[in-house]
């Protein structure tokens, strides 16, 4: 079986090309990737090369392919799973497989680690261990995209259950964002804001009752009250407010004023700015936790802390990297219950697209970028669909079934896509 891939070789060196995969073993799966959706994590790989903790020292001759929040079919299923697996499945796939022996160890993933098996790839080979960790996870929903998008979803996800909070005088921790307490998401209109504003607007078990949405970019912020707006919030008795805070003298001043005072039991900063941490901090409550979502690319990243809260308010902080394998399965879940994450895809392009956008991430505007592995495309905004439809009739198509959907990306938009475009 040939495949086509983006391939990892260093620091900066991705290359598209074709090769031979092996056949597969008894113990792994041959599958067909449909689509992979681009995440910032790839961009820091492809610009550290081995210098990231999960891409093995030997790319420079074992290169490995790109790409972790993908889903598509399996084509052909090893002896040892075929109890478990059928061809013809439709699969997402966690890839923080937390497995001892994978080609870096613990820190192996798909996507990062191995020679066969990434999002950006037309066929890969699922090695065993993934599914000896749980980690192929059916796909049972409509479409191919929500499936991409279930791991950046479960990256939100796993933050918010990291969230603890204390009892005074005992030494227990409560896991969990504070239900119906005061939340606050800083630069929080980003792809990764945007997931976590509709999985907190879509929870079945718990919300806050205040939730404070900032950023200093309105035309973002006035996409993300359209996406999610405060009237459903109000609906699923959460008060939601988008705030500009560039527009503030003082802004922790006035955010606390939303509370009384009090301050907010769960802050999440969602850049990895020193003074958004700052700010972050000051506008904890009492036993208030705040989490680090924002990846930091310079391992030097610092942000002043107070050391006085810490130890007088029961200030505390978390961070988290990824979601685990019972989060991707909420994500999947929530999705089969009505939650559409078609709101962070703003591009979509064709796997010869996927080199330029991986090392260019940061550049360009919108939120996620959706790779279609079988076609070849450009990367294109949504919001060009129309002036590209004027010479392009399956771009024509594509706005008018974006236009259907409130200008989204839809089931639809990508059934159209996939039936009409050439694909290889």
Same mark, same amino acid.
């Given at each position: 079986?040939?495949?086509?891939?983006?391939?990892? @070789?260093?620091?900066?060196?991705?290359?598209?090309?074709?090769?031979?995969?092996?056949?597969?073993?008894?113990?792994?799966?041959?599958?067909?990737?449909?689509?992979?959706?681009?995440?910032?994590?790839?961009?820091?790989?492809?610009?550290?090369?081995?210098?990231?903790?999960?891409? #093995?020292?030997?790319?420079?001759?074992?290169?490995?392919?790109?790409?972790?929040?993908?889903?598509?079919?399996?084509?052909?299923?090893?002896?040892?799973?075929?109890?478990?697996?059928?061809? =013809?499945?439709?699969?997402?796939?966690?890839? /923080?497989?937390? @497995?001892?022996?994978?080609?870096?160890?613990?820190?192996?993933?798909?996507?990062?680690?191995?020679?066969?098996?990434?999002?950006?790839? &037309?066929?890969?080979?699922?090695?065993?261990?993934?599914?000896?960790?749980?980690?192929?996870?059916?796909?049972?929903?409509?479409?191919?995209?929500? /499936?991409?998008?279930?791991?950046?979803?479960?990256?939100?996800? =796993?933050?918010?259950?990291?969230?603890?909070? &204390?009892?005074?005088?005992?030494?227990?921790?409560?896991?969990?964002?504070?239900?119906?307490?005061?939340? /606050?998401?800083?630069? =929080?209109?980003?792809?990764?804001?945007?997931?976590?504003?509709?999985?907190?607007?879509?929870?079945?078990?718990?919300? #806050?009752?205040?939730?404070? !949405?900032?950023?200093?970019?309105?035309?973002?912020?006035?996409?993300?009250?359209?996406?999610?707006?405060?009237?459903?919030? /109000?609906?699923?008795?959460?008060?939601?407010?988008?705030?500009?805070?560039?527009?503030?003298?003082?802004?922790?001043?006035?955010?606390?004023?939303?509370?009384?005072?009090?301050?907010?039991?769960?802050?999440?900063?969602?850049?990895?700015?020193?003074?958004? !941490?700052?700010?972050?901090?000051?506008?904890?409550?009492?036993?208030?936790?705040?989490?680090?979502?924002?990846?930091?690319?310079?391992?030097?990243?610092?942000?002043?802390?107070?050391?006085?809260?810490?130890?007088?308010?029961?200030?505390? !902080?978390?961070?988290?990297?990824?979601?685990? &394998?019972?989060?991707?399965?909420?994500?999947?879940?929530?999705?089969?219950?009505?939650?559409?994450?078609?709101?962070?895809?703003?591009?979509?392009?064709?796997?010869?697209?996927?080199?330029?956008?991986?090392?260019?991430?940061?550049?360009?505007?919108?939120?996620?970028?959706?790779?279609? &592995?079988?076609?070849?495309?450009?990367?294109?905004?949504?919001?060009?669909?129309?002036?590209?439809?004027?010479?392009?009739?399956?771009?024509?198509?594509?706005?008018?079934?974006?236009?259907?959907?409130?200008?989204?990306?839809?089931?639809?938009?990508?059934?159209?896509?996939?039936?009409?475009?050439?694909?290889?």
């Amino acid at each position: 079986m040939k495949t086509t891939a983006v391939r990892l @070789y260093g620091k900066d060196d991705l290359r598209l090309e074709e090769f031979e995969l092996p056949p597969i073993g008894e113990d792994e799966i041959l599958a067909k990737v449909i689509s992979d959706s681009i995440c910032m994590s790839s961009y820091k790989a492809a610009h550290q090369g081995t210098e990231h903790k999960r891409i #093995p020292k030997d790319v420079a001759n074992n290169p490995v392919i790109i790409g972790h929040e993908f889903a598509g079919e399996l084509i052909q299923v090893g002896s040892k799973w075929a109890n478990q697996y059928n061809e =013809g499945d439709k699969f997402s796939i966690q890839p /923080a497989l937390n @497995y001892a022996n994978g080609p870096v160890g613990i820190l192996s993933a798909p996507g990062y680690s191995y020679h066969h098996i990434g999002g950006d790839a &037309t066929y890969v080979i699922i090695p065993n261990e993934v599914m000896e960790s749980g980690c192929l996870l059916s796909y049972q929903g409509e479409g191919f995209y929500p /499936a991409s998008l279930a791991e950046p979803l479960s990256c939100v996800i =796993g933050a918010m259950h990291a969230n603890y909070h &204390t009892t005074p005088g005992s030494y227990i921790h409560h896991m969990e964002i504070v239900d119906r307490g005061n939340m /606050a998401i800083l630069a =929080g209109v980003g792809p990764m804001g945007l997931a976590a504003i509709n999985y907190v607007l879509h929870r079945e078990d718990r919300s #806050p009752a205040l939730f404070v !949405v900032t950023d200093i970019d309105q035309t973002r912020l006035d996409r993300a009250a359209s996406l999610y707006s405060p009237e459903y919030a /109000a609906s699923r008795n959460i008060d939601l407010r988008y705030i500009n805070t560039s527009a503030m003298a003082n802004p922790v001043e006035e955010l606390k004023t939303l509370t009384n005072g009090k301050g907010f039991n769960d802050v999440f900063v969602m850049a990895p700015v020193s003074s958004v !941490v700052e700010q972050a901090d000051a506008l904890l409550a009492f036993d208030g936790c705040l989490n680090f979502f924002a990846g930091p690319s310079k391992n030097d990243f610092k942000a002043n802390l107070n050391f006085y809260n810490v130890h007088y308010a029961y200030s505390h !902080v978390v961070g988290t990297s990824g979601g685990n &394998t019972d989060d991707m399965k909420e994500a999947l879940h929530l999705m089969g219950k009505g939650l559409d994450p078609a709101g962070l895809v703003t591009h979509i392009g064709g796997i010869d697209a996927v080199i330029d956008t991986t090392l260019n991430l940061p550049n360009i505007p919108g939120g996620k970028k959706l790779m279609y &592995t079988h076609i070849h495309l450009p990367l294109t905004a949504i919001a060009d669909f129309e002036e590209k439809g004027k010479d392009n009739p399956i771009f024509k198509q594509l706005d008018v079934i974006c236009k259907k959907h409130d200008g989204l990306w839809s089931v639809e938009a990508e059934k159209y896509l996939l039936s009409h475009y050439i694909q290889n």
